[in-house]
């Protein structure tokens, strides 16, 4: 299955409304995460089953979508937010990901 | 909190075995709750699932890398460990042991280790 992310880079404001979009080849159902990286750091899970936040994680992180077309949105960006951003299936073996949003 | 930590050999020379070693604190590797996987990121690209270790020692592994790639487990030492054999320049990477929950996120990450594949 192969997770197609857009855009592959975007720039923004503090404050700003973010949307981060990921397509899969086939239908995945919510089978879907989204993950954080920052420079020189493990990735980090944000988001699970398309639209759960994981424990911790702000609620300006929102996910959605089921089937093939995903969304991941933060509302209000903040400064500590800039990162690279991937979404990954749980669907099927292999699991992938999308080549990643950068944020700047 | 669990805790995973990649330990091995930072420089490996081509056509030789990669070996690497996750030892896993706070947690047991034999919750049949969980699966630990390997991932891999070369600099600069993105994130490439490697395989991952059941419980019970059943194992499952990326059809891009299967015929290289083994994965295995030690509960006795709470450690799980990947080699990856006959590498190359592009197996030049960091490379992440992974926890993966129920829902199929992976949930607890090490912090990486850089391999490099040079002579």
């Known amino acids: 299955i192969q997770m197609t992310q857009s855009p592959s880079s975007l720039s923004a404001s503090v404050g700003d409304r973010v949307t981060i979009t990921c397509q899969a080849s086939?239908?995945?159902?919510?089978?879907l995460n989204w993950y954080q990286q920052k420079p020189g750091k493990a990735p980090k899970l944000l988001i699970y089953?398309?639209?759960n936040l994981e424990t911790g994680v702000p609620s300006r992180f929102s996910g959605s979508g089921s089937g093939t077309d995903f969304t991941f949105t933060i509302s209000s960006l903040q400064a500590e937010d800039v990162a690279t951003y991937y979404c990954?299936?749980?669907?099927?073996?292999?699991?992938?990901f999308g080549q990643g949003t950068r944020l700047e | 909190q669990v805790q995973l930590q990649e330990s091995g050999p930072g420089l490996v020379k081509p056509s030789q075995t990669l070996s690497l070693t996750c030892t896993v604190s706070?947690?047991?590797?034999?919750?049949?709750?969980?699966?630990w996987n390997w991932i891999r990121q070369p600099a600069g690209k993105g994130l490439e699932w490697i395989g991952r270790?059941?419980?019970?020692?059943?194992?499952n592994y990326n059809p891009s890398l299967k015929s290289r790639v083994t994965i295995s487990l030690d509960k006795s030492k709470s450690q799980f460990s990947l080699r990856l054999s006959s590498v190359t320049a592009a197996d030049t990477a960091v490379y992440y042991c992974?926890?993966?929950?129920?829902?199929?996120?992976?949930?607890?990450w090490g912090q990486g280790a850089l391999v490099t594949v040079s002579s």
């Open positions: 089953g398309a639209s």
């Open positions: 992974v926890r993966k929950s129920g829902r199929g996120q992976f949930d607890s």
């Open positions: 086939q239908d995945i159902s919510t089978y």
């Open positions: 270790v059941y419980p019970t020692g059943v194992t």
């Open positions: 990954q299936h749980c669907d099927s073996l292999p699991y992938t």
């Open positions: 706070g947690g047991s590797v034999s919750n049949e709750l969980y699966f």
